[in-house]
C-alpha cells in the first residue's frame, strides 16, 4: 500500500528566526543611511559660496607645544573648503632670521577661494635682544587690535546666516576670524587680557572666533570661551638645536 503525500511534506523545515543574507545586511545599511554623509565615501566637490548652519563658538589653542596656529588654519582650510568666508589676522608674527620670506601657509591660503590672511607683526619677537623695538611690537600689536576690533564690528553688520563672497573684503564680514598669536600679545602686556574679553564677548553670535598663543594659561577666557585646548609639549626639537624647517614650521 502506498501513501501519498501532500507537496509541502516535501520540503525542508525552515527555522523562524534564521536571516536571509539580504536581512543579514540591512541592519548595518540603515544604520550608515542615517550618518550625515549617508555612508558614503567622500568626494571633493567644488567650492561654492556657503554659509555654516552651527558657528558662533570661541576658541581658544594655548600651551608650550607646537601646534597652536597650525590647528586653527586647519580648521580655517576646512571651513574654506564647505565655502565659507574664513580670514587669518596674525599678531606678533614679522620677519625673523629664523624662517625664509617665502611661507607655505601664505601660498596655501592665497591659493583657496574664501580664505585670505594678513600680518600685522614686527621683526623679532618682543622682549628679546633681536635688534628690535619694544616700542614698534607695541605700536603694531595696538594697530592690530584696532583692525580685530573692525573685522568683528563687519561681521556684525553682515549677515553671517547667508552665503559670503569669497572674494569679498573680510571687513565685509567672514565666518570664521582667527586672531592668531592674539593671547601671545596678551601675556606679553602689548594688548589687555580685559580688551581680549571684551572683544569676544562683543562678536555677532553667528561668528566662529579663533584665538591662538601665549605658553601661559589663559584664564581670562574661563567661562568666555567654549573651546579651550592645552597644546602641551612632551618634546620639541628645537630643545636640541633644530631651527625652524622648511614646511614644517614655516
Not at 92 to 107: H, L, Q
Not at 172 to 194: M, Q, T
Not at 195 to 212: F, G, I, N, Q
Amino acid at each position: 500500500m502506498t501513501t501519498n503525500h501532500d507537496d509541502t511534506d516535501d520540503e525542508e523545515p525552515t527555522d523562524a528566526h534564521e536571516e536571509t543574507p539580504t536581512d543579514a545586511g540591512e541592519g548595518a545599511a540603515g544604520d550608515r543611511a542615517r550618518t550625515p554623509g549617508g555612508g558614503a565615501a567622500p568626494e571633493p566637490e567644488p567650492i561654492e559660496p556657503a554659509a555654516p548652519e552651527e558657528f558662533g563658538l570661541v576658541q581658544a589653542f594655548w600651551g608650550d607645544g607646537k601646534g597652536k596656529t597650525t590647528a586653527a588654519m586647519g580648521m580655517g582650510f576646512r571651513a574654506a573648503g564647505h565655502g565659507y568666508r574664513v580670514h587669518m589676522l596674525q599678531f606678533m608674527k614679522g620677519g625673523t632670521d629664523s624662517v625664509e620670506g617665502v611661507r607655505g601657509e601664505y601660498n596655501a591660503i592665497a591659493a583657496v577661494p574664501g580664505f585670505t590672511y594678513e600680518n600685522a607683526g614686527h621683526y623679532g619677537w618682543h622682549g628679546l635682544l633681536d635688534g628690535s623695538a619694544d616700542d614698534e611690537h607695541e605700536a603694531k600689536a595696538a594697530a592690530a587690535f584696532d583692525r580685530a576690533e573692525a573685522l568683528v564690528m563687519g561681521a556684525a553688520e553682515a549677515d553671517l546666516t547667508e552665503p559670503l563672497a569669497l572674494d569679498g573684503a573680510p571687513e565685509a564680514g567672514v565666518h570664521l576670524l582667527i586672531l592668531d598669536e592674539l593671547l601671545y600679545a596678551a601675556d606679553r602686556g602689548l594688548v589687555a587680557p580685559d580688551e581680549v574679553v571684551r572683544l569676544a564677548e562683543s562678536k555677532p553670535e553667528d561668528l566662529e572666533l579663533v584665538l591662538t598663543g601665549s605658553h601661559a594659561e589663559p584664564d581670562y577666557l574661563d567661562g568666555v570661551a567654549d573651546l579651550i585646548s592645552n597644546v602641551r609639549k612632551v618634546a620639541h626639537p628645537f630643545d636640541d638645536g633644530q631651527r625652524a624647517r622648511r614646511g614644517t614650521e614655516y
